[in-house]
C-alpha cells in the first residue's frame, strides 16, 4: 500500500500520536487519508512533481539502398497449389476392413 503524504489541519491523534495543525505526517493507505479529509482532521499535501527527463534521441541509422548482392532479384508469386490428399491407411481400417470380408 503506498503511503499518502497528509497536512494537520486541527490537533488529532494519527498512528498513537498527536499530530498538531500544519504537521504533516503518512496515512497508511488511501482509506486512511480519505478518512482523515472527510473529518476535516487532514488534507493532502502538495505533491511536488519531478520532471520527467527528456528521452534521448533514437539513433539514426544510415540507410542501405538495394540489395547486398546484384544477383538477388524478386521472384514473381507463385499460384497456389493444390493439395493432395492421400487416404491412409491405419491398422484400425485394415482391421475393419478385413472383419468386413469374413
Known sequence: MPKISMVAIKTHVYANKRVQPGGSYEAR???DAR?????KNAKR????RVAAPAPAPAPVAPVLGGYK?????????R?????????KKTAATTRHQAAERE
Do not use: S
Not at 35 to 39: H, N
Not at 45 to 48: L, S
Not at 79 to 87: D, E, I, L, T, Y
Open 29 to 31: 493507505g488511501e482509506g
Open 45 to 48: 499535501a502538495p505533491q511536488q
Open 69 to 77: 548482392r546484384r544477383d538477388m532479384t524478386a521472384e514473381p508469386p
Open 79 to 87: 499460384a497456389p497449389a493444390a493439395k493432395k490428399v492421400a487416404a
Open 35 to 39: 478518512l482523515m479529509e472527510a473529518l
